[in-house]
């Protein structure tokens, strides 16, 4: 309201050790499913390798929630 922006999705990684690197990118916002609501489609990347993450409203329309994560891909 009143013209701010605030974030609907946060995650957070605590790093174990100096290679513990991750990013979290968005790559698409679409109703990948019919479904008439729209999800997130986020890129996990870490050392050499990323994942993709999909990510729908809640039932009460409020929160983002996790429904799909693929297998690691990159150098395996």
């Keep these: 309201m009143n013209g701010e922006l605030k974030p609907e999705l946060s995650e957070m990684h605590l790093s174990l050790d100096d290679k513990d690197l991750q990013s979290l990118s968005l790559v698409d916002q679409a109703d990948m499913f019919d ?42």
């Design 35 to 76: 479904s008439g609501q729209d999800n997130l489609v986020l890129q996990l990347g870490f050392y050499e390798n990323y994942r993709y993450r999909v990510y729908g409203r809640a039932k009460d329309g409020k929160l983002w929630e996790r429904i799909l994560e693929t297998e690691t891909m990159g150098c395996l």
